[in-house]
C-alpha cells in the first residue's frame, strides 16, 4: 500500500502559512492520482483549493492525534518540518515541557520563566537512569554521557549552541552542576565547588545584555570536567574563544557593554571602592551608548559581591582582586580621555595636561602620564633603518585609544580564564576521563553581518559538518548493528562551504594575505575575493550582491548571509602600538606588569597583534582569524576524539514574554541548529523500528496463519510482504523490524480498516439480533393487547347488569325513605308542642319562685353589708398606725443597710470582696470571744461570790441553829429578815443566771455564723486556688511542650551532625592514608601506634552536636533516646583558620580553652572541634539563663502565695492558709522536680573526652569515697588480657561464628568484665575496658559497611551494652535495692555507644537502601506481575535508545516484586535474628517503604510510558503485594503502610475516569496525599492505554488546576519528593535482665576460656 493512499476524506494535512508558517488542513474528499487540487478544509472553517501539480507537491500529511506531544521527534510517523513544529509548540504550550528529544539531540526551548525542575530530587530521580525511560531533560544528556563515560571509559562532550537568549548559560550551568552534584560522591569537595564558582566569574566579565538577551555570552567556551576513577570531579580545564572585544567600546542601542563595568558603578560608593574614581554608568563613555544602565529584575551590587566571592574560593586574594578592578576602572577612564585634534588640516591631535580621565587612568595603572598622553597621540615609524615619531590625526588618536582598551581587556579576560584554569586543577593525581561541556554561539544573521558574525557562522558550518557525519555514523552502527542490508544515505554535507572559507586562497586566506599588504584595503579584499570565487574558480557557496562592490554572499547551510567588507581587516588585525604596551609593562602594579611582560612572542596574544615600528617583525604576528582557526581545529580534534551528546536551544520569541511560542522565529532556529537535519537523515533510513515482539503485539489481527508469541519473528516475515507489497519500504534486523518514514501510518491505517470490517460485521450480527428481539417483543405485546381488551369488554358487560339490579335496589330503598320521612316529621312536630306548652307552664312557677327569694336575699346582703362596712374602718385605722410604725423601723434598717452594703461595696472593689470581711468576721469573733470570755469571768466571780456569800450563810444558819439549840428562840422578826434576805440573793443570783445563759446562747449562734462564713471563705479560697493551680498546670504543659518541640529539633540536628562526623572520621582516615603514603615514599615512617593515638581523641566522644544558638536537648539515659537522623550538615568545606582567627577570639570570649589532650593533624577536623567547644558554651550560658528564668518565676508565684496568706489575721484562718502553703510548697517541689527533669532533658551533651591527665585524680579520689561492692555471678579479665579478649570477642571474631551466637553475647561478656572491674576498685581498668571495646566495635562496623547481618548484630551488642551500663549505672536505673550501682562514671561511653548505637542503624539502613535502589524503578512500575494485563497495549511507536546505552534486563533477569522482597525479607531476618525490639524494625521499615514509594513516583512523574491505565493496575497490585507482606509481619502500625500513600493515589490517578467535571471533583478530593503539581503532572503525561482510551484533555487538566487551586494543599509544592528525608529514630530503653556468667553459654571457638568466674 502506497503512501499516496493515505489521502484520504477525513485525512490530516499541513498546508503553507504565512503567518503561521504551517496550518492544519482536512481533505474534504479522496485524492487520485493526477488530480491537480485538493479540497481542503482549514481549521477556521475556510475551504480552500490547493494546487497539485505531481504527487511530490501534495502537502504533509498529520501525525495520528495519539502521537500528539510526543517527547521524542523521531517516534513520529512522518517526519517533516511542520510535524516538528506542532509537536513542540503542543509540549510547550499545552503541557509546559520545554525539553523534546530528537534522537540524539536535546531540543531546549527557553521558557523566560523560573521552573522548579532543577532541585536536588530532581538530578537524584535522574541519577543512574536511562536516557530513553525518562521525560526529556538536561539532566537526563548530563546523566548520559556520566554513564557513557563511565562504563566506556572514554571522554564525553555536551556540545550546548543556539542563538543569543535561547538559553544556552543557563543549560551550561545545569550541566556542570549535575557534574558537581553526582561526581562530588552526595557531599560538594572544594573542586566541584571551585567549578561552579567559576560560573558568576565568567558572566561578569563576558556576559553582556542584547536586544536579544539581558545575560548574553560573548564569547564561546568549552569545560573539560576531569573524573578520577571512581567518578569524582578532580579537575577542570576552561578553553574560551573568540572574546567580543568591540562591545568594551561600543555599543548598540538598547544593549550594554560587560556587567562587570556597571557592577563596579554601582559599588563606588563602598569604602574600599572609593580609590577607583568611579561614577555612574552615565558619566563614562564606554557605558552609555547603549542607552541602558540597569537590567530589570538584577541587581549590580549584590551580582558583584557574589563575584568576589567566587573570586575568593577560587584562591584569588582581596588585594589582587583590587588589583583586578583597578584594571577595569582604568579602561573605563581612559574611554573618557579627551582627545582633540589640531593643526591647520587637523592632521595632529592632543590630550590636554589637565585631563582628569587620563590622571586617573595613570595612577590606577601605575604608568607614567605624560608619555601615555604622547604615545596616544603620536606613533613610531622605521623609515630607512631610522625610528621616526609621526603625530596622529584626532581619528586615528580615538581609534588608538579605543584599540588600547580593547586589547587591556582582552589581556584581563585571558589571565582570568588562565587563573581559572589553574585554581581549578586539582592535586588528586591526572584524570581518567574528562566530559567536556561547549556553550558556543549559534548561527547568527542580522542586517548589517560584520567580522564576528562570520567566524561565529564559519565555527557552525565545522560544528553542523560534525553533527552531521556523527548522525550519520550512528545510524549506520544501527543497521550494522541489526545485519541490515543498507545503502548509504546521502545528507547534505557543507564541505564545499568550509572549504570556501579556511581551504588554500578560501576567505581567511585572502584575508590574511590582504592583512599582511603595507597598504591592504577592505575593498582590495573584496575584489580579489571575486576575482578568485567568482571569475577564476566559481564557488556555487559563494556571490556577490547586486547593488554593492563592498560586500560578500556565502550559502550556509542553514540560511544566506550577506557580510559588508568594512571593517574586516582592522578586527582581524587587531593591533595595538608598541610604545603603549611597553608604557604598560613598566607598571607600577604588579597585575598590570604580569598581564602585558610576554607579548613578545606571538603566540602569548589572544586574539590580536602588537603593531611595531619593524616590517619584519610586524609580517610574522598572528591575525585574529587565524588564531580563530587553530582554536577551531583543536576543538573538532577533542570532539571526535569525544562522544558528543547534543542540545540544541531553541528561543521562541523576541519579547522575552514567557511562555510565548512565535513559529516563524522556531523554525527558522530549528533549520540553523539541525534539527531538522537529523530529522532528514533519519526520515532518509529506516526511522521507525519494532522489536519483534512489539510489532507481533501491536499488529497481530493484521497476521494470518498460527499466531504464538514465540514465533514471532517467523509471523512477521511471513505477514509483512502481503502487508507492505514494496519491500523497498520495510527491512528486518535481528532483533527488529525496520520501517521507512510513513510505513507505519500505512500499517495503522489496514489495522484500522481491519478493526472498522470486524466492527461492521459485529454490528450486523447485533443490529439483526436486535431485530429479532423487537419482532419477538411486538409479537407478544400484541397478543397481549387483544387479551386485555377481550377482558375489559366482558368486565363492561358485567358492569352493566350490575348497575341495573343496583338502579331498582335504590329505587325501592328510595321510596320507603320518603314515607318514613313524612311519618317521622309529624311525629316530632307533636311532640315539640307538648314540650312547649309544658315549659310555659313550669317557668311562670319558677318565677315566682324567684321572686320571693331574692326579696329574702336582699335584705341578707344590706345587713352583711353594713356590718363588714364597719369592720373595714377599723382593720384600716389600726393597719395604718402598724404601717406608721413599721414605716419607721424600716428607714432605720435600710439605713444601717445601706451603710454596710457600702463597706462592703469598696471591700468588694478593693480586695475583691474577700479579705475584708474575713477580717471583719475575724475581728468580730475575737470580740465576742473576748466578751465572752469576760462573762465567763464575771459569772466565775459572781459564782464564787455567790458560793462564799451561801457558805456564810450556811455557817450563820449552823451556828443559829447551833445557838437556837443551846439558847431560846430568837424572835420571828429576825428570822424573817433574814429569810428574806437569803430569798433575794438566790433570786438574784438566779436572775444573773439566767442572764449569762442567754448570752452564751447569743454567742453560740454568733460563732456558728462565724463558722459558716468560714466554711463559705474556705470554699471560694478552694475554688481560688484550683483554678490558680490549674493555670499554672497549663503553663507548665505549654512550657514542657515546647521544650519537646526544642528536644525534636535538635534530635534532629544532632543526628545530622553525628553523620556528617562519621563523614569527617572517614575522610580523616583517607587523609591519614594518603600522609602515611607520602611520608613512606618521602623516607619518612611513622607508626600505627602513633596515628592512632593522634585519632583516638576524635572517636566516638568528640561527635560535634549542633552548631545552632538555640539550646539542644538530649534525653537522659533513662528515658528512651529519641535521635533525628535528617539534620541539615555542616559546611564541608571548613577553611583553615591561623592562631590569632575569629574562632581563638571567641573561644577567649566564651572563656573555652585550648584542649592539650586532643592533637589533629588535620587542620579541618581541628578547626570544627574547636568550632563545637564553643558552640557548646554558648549553649550551656543559654540554657543557664533560662534557668535562672525558671528559678524567677517559681519564686514571684511563692512570693504571691505569700501575700495572699498574709492578707488574713485570724488564728485559726492562718493555720488553714499555712497548711495550704505547705501543700502549694510540695507542689511547687514537684514542680521542681519535673524542671529538673526538663532540664535534665534538655542539658547538652559533653562532647570532649577526659584530659587523661585527670584520670590518677579520679583513681586516688574515688576509692576512698566509695567502697567496692561484692557482686556475684561476674567475669574477671585480667589487664593482660584485656587485648586477647577485644581481638577474640570484637575485632576477629568471623562472621560465621558470630552469627551463631545468641544475640547480644559478646556485650554482655564484655559488661561482666566492666562490672567486675568495678566492682574490685579498679575503675581506671573499667573505664580502659569499656573504652577499648566501645572503639573494637566501632572498627568492627567500619569494617562490615556491606554485611547486613553482622551489621544487626552489631547494633544488638552496642544496643544492649549502652542499656547494661545505663542500668547499673545509676540508683534511677536499677530494678530492684538489690542491685548496686557501679561506682566508675562511665556517662560519656554510655553517650558515646548512644552514638554508635545510631551509627549502626544507621549504616543497616544504607546497606538496605543500596540493595534496593536498582531493584525499586523496574519492580514496581516495570514488571508486570499481572500477566497480559498491558500485552496489547504497546506503545505505538518506540523510542531509540542512544548507541551504548546500557542494555536493561528483560525476561526472568529482570527485577521484579519477589526481588525487593527478598531484601526487605533478609532486613526483617537480620534483625529479628539479633531480637532487636519490634518498634525499632518498624521504624526500620517506615524508612524502607518512604524509600520505595519516593523513587518509584518520581519515576512515575518523569516517564511517559508508565503514565497509562493498565500500568497503574499494575503498580496498584504491585504496592498491595508489599502493603500484604509488611501486614503479615505486624509492620503496618509503625506507619510502613501509610508512607506508601502517595503512590497509591498515583496508581488509581491513573486508573480513574478522567472526563467529566465529576472526575475532576473525585480526583482533587481523593489524591490527598498528592501535591497539586503532582497531579497536573501525571495527567500531562497520561498514555492512552489503547485504542479505546482516549488522552487527558487540556480542558480537563485546566479544571482539575482550577478546583485544586480551592483546596488546603498539606503537601508542599515541589514536583518530586526527597528521596534524602530521613524519618527521626527512636531507640526504645527496656532495662535488660539480670546477667549471670554461669547463665551464658559461652562456645569454645570465641578462645576466651582465660576468663575466670568472680
Request: proline share 4%; hydrophobic share 40%; aromatic share 8%.
Amino acid at each position: 500500500m502506497a503512501t499516496l493512499e493515505l489521502y484520504t476524506k477525513g485525512a490530516g494535512v499541513w498546508v503553507p502559512d504565512p503567518e503561521a508558517v504551517w496550518v492544519s488542513a482536512t481533505l474534504l474528499r479522496d485524492y487520485k492520482p493526477g488530480e491537480e487540487q485538493l479540497l481542503l478544509k482549514l481549521q477556521n472553517g475556510n475551504e480552500v483549493h490547493y494546487l497539485v501539480q505531481s504527487s511530490s507537491d501534495l502537502p504533509p500529511l498529520g501525525n495520528p492525534d495519539i502521537l500528539e506531544g510526543e517527547n521524542d521527534l523521531t517516534a513520529l510517523s512522518f517526519l517533516h518540518e511542520p510535524a516538528v513544529l506542532h509537536n513542540l509548540r503542543v509540549r510547550f504550550l499545552d503541557y509546559s515541557s520545554i525539553y523534546t528529544y530528537c534522537g540524539i539531540v536535546l531540543v531546549a526551548i527557553n521558557p523566560y520563566d523560573q521552573l522548579p525542575i532543577y532541585g536536588e530530587e530532581v538530578i537524584d530521580a535522574y541519577s543512574g537512569q536511562d536516557m530513553a525511560d525518562m521525560e526529556p531533560h538536561i539532566f537526563s544528556v548530563a546523566e548520559e554521557a556520566y554513564r557513557t563515560m563511565i562504563r566506556e571509559e572514554r571522554n564525553q562532550s555536551i556540545i550546548i549552541s543556539g542563538e543569543s537568549g535561547s538559553g544556552k548559560t543557563v543549560s551550561a550551568k545545569f550541566t556542570m552542576r549535575y557534574f558537581a552534584v553526582v561526581g562530588g560522591a552526595a557531599q560538594q569537595t572544594s573542586v566541584e565547588e571551585r567549578v561552579l564558582a567559576s560560573n558568576p566569574i565568567m558572566e561578569s566579565i563576558g556576559n553582556a545584555k542584547t536586544t536579544r538577551n539581558d545575560n548574553s555570552s560573548r564569547f564561546g567556551k568549552y569545560i573539560e570536567i576531569g573524573f578520577g576513577r571512581k567518578g569524582d570531579i578532580i579537575r577542570a580545564n576552561m578553553r574560551t574563544y573568540l572574546l567580543e572585544k568591540s562591545r568594551v567600546v561600543f555599543q548598540a542601542s538598547s544593549e550594554r557593554n560587560y556587567h562587570i563595568f556597571y557592577q563596579l558603578c554601582a559599588a563606588r560608593e563602598q569604602p574600599e571602592m572609593r580609590s577607583l574614581k568611579l561614577e555612574p554608568p552615565e558619566y563614562f563613555r564606554y557605558t552609555k551608548q547603549g542607552g541602558e544602565m540597569q537590567i530589570p529584575g538584577t541587581d549590580d551590587l549584590s551580582d558583584l559581591e557574589r563575584t568576589r566571592n567566587a573570586f575568593t574560593i577560587l584562591g584569588v586574594q582581596p588585594e589582587q582582586q583590587m588589583e583586578l578592578f583597578r584594571i577595569l576602572s582604568a579602561v573605563l577612564h581612559l574611554g573618557n580621555v579627551n582627545i582633540q585634534a589640531s593643526g591647520r588640516s587637523s592632521d595632529r591631535s592632543y590630550i590636554d595636561a589637565e585631563d582628569r580621565s587620563l590622571a586617573v587612568f595613570s595612577k590606577l595603572l601605575g604608568v607614567e602620564r605624560a608619555q601615555m598622553a604622547h604615545w596616544l597621540c603620536s606613533r613610531r615609524l622605521a623609515v630607512g633603518g631610522e625610528m621616526l615619531v609621526k603625530p596622529m590625526t584626532g581619528q586615528q588618536a580615538l581609534e588608538a585609544r579605543d584599540a588600547l582598551a580593547k586589547h587591556i581587556y582582552g589581556q584581563l579576560f585571558t589571565w582570568t580564564v588562565r587563573r581559572l584554569n589553574s585554581a581549578l586543577q586539582s592535586q588528586k593525581g591526572k584524570a581518567k576521563s574528562f566530559i567536556g561541556v561547549l556553550d558556543i554561539y549559534g548561527f547568527e544573521t542580522f542586517d548589517q553581518n560584520s567580522f564576528e558574525q562570520f567566524c561565529i557562522n564559519y565555527a557552525n558550518e565545522k560544528l553542523q559538518q560534525q553533527f552531521n557525519r556523527h548522525v550519520f555514523h550512528l545510524e549506520q552502527e544501527e543497521y550494522v548493528r541489526e545485519e541490515l542490508a543498507w545503502n548509504r544515505i546521502e545528507f547534505s554535507d557543507n564541505q564545499e562551504c568550509i572549504s570556501l572559507i579556511e581551504g588554500p586562497l578560501g576567505i581567511f586566506d585572502l584575508l590574511d594575505e590582504e592583512c599582511r599588504m603595507p597598504k591592504g584595503s577592505d575593498e582590495n579584499w573584496a575584489r580579489k575575493l571575486y576575482d578568485h570565487h567568482l571569475t577564476s574558480k566559481p564557488n556555487p557557496h559563494f556571490q556577490k550582491p547586486r547593488m554593492t562592490n563592498n560586500a560578500f554572499i556565502v550559502f550556509h547551510f542553514a540560511d544566506t548571509v550577506q557580510y559588508e567588507c568594512s571593517g574586516f581587516l582592522d578586527k582581524n588585525r587587531d593591533t595595538v602600538f608598541e610604545e603603549l604596551i611597553n608604557i604598560l609593562k613598566a607598571s607600577q602594579s604588579e597585575l598590570v606588569a604580569e598581564l602585558f611582560q610576554q607579548l613578545g612572542g606571538a603566540p602569548s596574544v589572544a586574539n590580536g597583534s602588537v603593531r611595531s615600528g619593524k616590517r619584519a617583525s610586524r609580517e610574522h604576528k598572528l591575525t585574529v582569524g587565524f588564531q580563530f582557526r587553530q582554536s577551531l581545529q583543536m576543538l573538532m580534534e577533542t570532539l571526535n576524539s569525544t562522544t558528543p551528546h547534543y542540545v540544541r536551544c531553541i528561543k521562541p520569541n523576541d519579547l522575552k514574554a514567557p511562555f510565548l511560542f512565535d513559529p516563524k522565529r522556531t523554525v527558522q532556529q530549528l533549520r540553523a541548529c539541525g534539527v531538522l537535519e537529523t530529522i532528514r537523515i533519519s526520515a532518509a533510513g529506516y526511522p521507525s523500528r519494532w522489536t519483534y515482539e512489539e510489532f507481533f503485539s501491536r499488529y497481530r489481527l493484521l497476521l494470518r496463519g498460527n499466531q504464538n508469541q514465540d514465533q514471532a519473528q517467523a509471523s512477521c516475515r511471513q505477514a509483512l510482504p502481503q502487508l507492505i507489497p514494496d519491500t523497498d519500504q520495510y527491512c528486518f534486523g535481528k532483533t527488529k523490524v525496520f520501517f521507512r518514514a510513513g510505513q507505519v501510518a500505512v500499517l495503522e491505517r489496514l489495522r484500522a480498516e481491519r478493526l472498522r470490517a470486524a466492527a461492521v460485521v459485529i454490528q450486523s450480527r447485533v443490529k439483526g439480533w436486535l431485530a429479532r428481539i423487537r419482532y419477538r417483543r411486538i409479537l407478544w405485546a400484541a397478543a397481549t393487547i387483544q387479551r386485555y381488551i377481550r377482558g375489559a369488554m366482558a368486565r363492561r358487560l358485567a358492569l352493566t347488569l350490575r348497575y341495573t339490579k343496583a338502579a331498582i335496589v335504590i329505587q325501592k330503598t328510595f321510596r320507603m325513605l320518603v314515607v318514613r320521612q313524612l311519618f317521622l316529621m309529624i311525629r316530632e312536630s307533636t311532640i315539640t308542642i307538648q314540650a312547649f306548652t309544658r315549659g310555659t307552664l313550669a317557668r311562670r312557677r319558677y318565677k315566682q319562685l324567684v321572686a320571693e327569694r331574692a326579696a329574702v336575699m336582699l335584705q341578707a346582703r344590706v345587713r352583711g353589708w353594713l356590718a363588714r362596712r364597719a369592720y373595714q374602718r377599723v382593720l384600716a385605722a389600726v393597719v395604718f398606725m402598724q404601717c406608721c410604725v413599721r414605716r419607721k423601723a424600716s428607714r432605720r434598717e435600710l439605713l444601717r443597710l445601706k451603710a454596710e452594703a457600702r463597706s462592703v461595696e469598696r471591700y468588694r472593689e478593693l480586695n475583691k470582696g474577700m479579705e475584708v470581711k474575713l477580717m471583719q468576721l475575724q475581728l468580730r469573733v475575737d470580740q465576742q470571744t473576748r466578751e465572752s470570755a469576760a462573762l465567763r469571768e464575771t459569772l466565775k466571780a459572781e459564782r464564787e461570790a455567790a458560793g462564799a456569800e451561801l457558805g456564810a450563810l450556811r455557817g450563820i444558819i449552823q451556828k443559829l441553829e447551833s445557838k437556837k439549840q443551846e439558847k431560846p428562840p430568837p424572835s420571828p422578826v429576825i428570822n424573817e429578815k433574814e429569810m428574806e434576805e437569803r430569798r433575794r440573793a438566790e433570786e438574784k443570783a438566779a436572775q444573773e443566771i439566767l442572764r449569762l445563759k442567754q448570752e452564751l446562747q447569743e454567742l453560740q449562734r454568733d460563732k456558728e455564723e462565724v463558722c459558716k462564713e468560714k466554711e463559705d471563705l474556705t470554699a471560694l479560697l478552694h475554688e481560688k486556688e484550683k483554678t490558680q493551680e490549674e493555670f499554672v498546670q497549663k503553663a507548665v504543659l505549654q512550657a514542657s511542650a515546647a521544650l519537646q518541640s526544642e528536644l525534636d529539633e535538635e534530635k534532629m540536628k544532632y543526628q545530622g551532625l553525628l553523620r556528617e562526623f562519621s563523614r569527617l572520621e572517614q575522610r580523616y582516615d583517607n587523609l591519614r592514608e594518603m600522609n602515611l603514603l607520602s611520608e613512606r615514599a618521602m623516607g619518612h615512617r611513622r607508626t600505627d601506634s602513633a596515628l592512632s593515638l593522634n585519632f583516638e581523641p576524635l572517636s566516638p566522644t568528640s561527635t560535634p552536636r549542633s552548631v545552632s544558638p538555640f539550646p539542644s536537648a538530649f534525653p537522659s539515659p533513662e528515658e528512651q533516646r529519641r535521635i533525628s537522623v535528617t539534620s541539615p550538615t555542616l559546611e564541608r568545606g571548613l577553611s583553615v583558620c591561623s592562631s590569632e582567627g575569629p574562632l581563638d577570639q571567641l573561644m577567649e570570649k566564651m572563656d573555652v580553652a585550648k584542649d592539650p589532650a586532643v592533637k589533629k593533624k588535620v587542620e579541618d577536623l581541628e578547626y570544627a572541634y574547636d568550632a563545637v567547644r564553643v558552640a557548646n558554651k554558648f549553649l550551656e550560658s543559654q540554657l543557664q539563663k533560662q534557668q535562672s528564668q525558671w528559678k524567677e518565676e517559681v519564686e514571684v508565684l511563692k512570693n504571691q502565695l505569700s501575700q495572699t496568706i498574709c492578707s488574713a489575721s485570724s488564728a485559726a484562718k492562718k493555720r488553714y492558709l499555712w497548711e495550704l502553703l505547705e501543700a502549694r510548697e510540695f507542689e511547687c517541689m514537684r514542680l521542681r522536680r519535673e524542671l529538673k527533669e526538663l532540664r535534665n532533658m534538655t542539658g547538652l551533651r559533653h562532647l570532649l573526652t577526659q584530659v587523661s591527665s585527670s584520670a590518677p585524680t579520679t583513681e586516688t579520689i574515688c576509692p576512698a569515697q566509695l567502697k567496692p561492692a561484692a557482686v556475684s555471678g561476674l567475669l574477671e579479665c585480667r589487664k593482660r588480657d584485656e587485648t586477647k579478649l577485644i581481638k577474640n570477642l570484637i575485632t576477629d571474631i568471623r562472621p560465621e561464628c558470630a552469627l551463631d551466637l545468641p544475640p547480644g553475647l559478646p556485650a554482655s561478656v564484655i559488661f561482666l568484665c566492666i562490672r567486675q572491674a568495678d566492682c574490685s576498685g579498679d575503675q581506671a581498668r573499667a573505664h580502659s575496658l569499656c573504652s577499648a571495646a566501645l572503639v573494637a566495635m566501632k572498627a568492627a562496623l567500619k569494617k562490615q559497611t556491606n554485611d547486613l547481618d553482622m551489621t544487626a548484630l552489631w547494633l544488638k551488642n552496642v544496643s544492649l551494652l549502652h542499656d547494661l551500663l545505663v542500668q547499673h549505672s545509676s540508683k534511677q536505673g536499677l530494678e530492684s535495692d538489690d542491685m548496686v550501682p557501679m561506682t566508675t562514671d562511665l556517662k560519656d561511653l554510655i553517650r558515646s555507644l548512644s552514638d554508635l548505637c545510631i551509627q549502626a542503624y544507621q549504616q543497616l539502613l544504607s546497606i538496605t537502601e543500596t540493595r534496593l535502589q536498582k531493584l525499586i524503578v523496574p519492580a514496581l512500575l516495570e514488571s508486570e506481575t499481572i500477566a497480559g494485563l498491558s500485552g496489547s497495549a504497546v506503545k505505538q511507536v518506540v523510542s531509540r535508545r542512544r548507541a551504548g546505552s546500557d542494555p536493561r534486563p528483560v525476561g526472568a533477569d529482570a527485577p521484579t516484586m519477589a526481588s525487593v522482597l527478598r531484601q526487605l525479607r533478609t532486613l526483617h531476618s537480620a534483625m529479628s535474628r539479633q531480637s532487636l525490639p519490634h518498634s525499632l524494625t518498624e521504624q526500620a521499615f517506615k524508612q524502607m517503604t518512604y524509600l520505595i514509594c519516593a523513587c518509584a513516583l518520581n519515576n512515575l512523574l518523569l516517564r511517559k510510558d508508565v503514565c497509562s491505565w493498565s500500568r497503574g493496575m499494575q503498580i496498584r497490585y504491585n504496592v498491595s503485594v508489599l502493603e500484604e507482606w509488611l501486614r503479615s509481619r505486624s509492620l503496618q502500625a509503625g506507619g510502613a503502610v501509610a508512607t506508601l500513600e502517595p503512590l497509591i493515589q498515583a496508581a488509581q490517578l491513573l486508573q480513574v475516569g478522567k472526563k467529566t467535571d465529576a472526575d475532576a471533583q473525585a480526583i482533587v478530593r481523593t489524591c490527598t496525599a498528592l501535591s497539586s503539581t503532582q497531579i497536573m503532572k501525571i495527567l500531562t503525561l497520561y498514555t492512552p492505554h489503547s485504542d479505546l482510551d482516549e488522552k487527558v484533555s487540556i480542558n480537563f487538566i485546566r479544571s482539575v488546576q482550577e478546583l485544586a487551586k480551592g483546596r488546603s494543599d498539606s503537601q508542599p509544592p515541589q514536583l518530586l519528593m526527597d528521596v534524602r528525608r530521613v524519618f527521626p529514630v527512636t531507640f526504645p530503653y527496656s532495662p535488660p535482665t539480670a546477667l549471670s556468667a554461669e547463665e551464658l553459654v559461652i562456645p569454645d571457638s570465641l578462645k576466651i576460656s582465660f576468663l575466670r568466674k568472680a
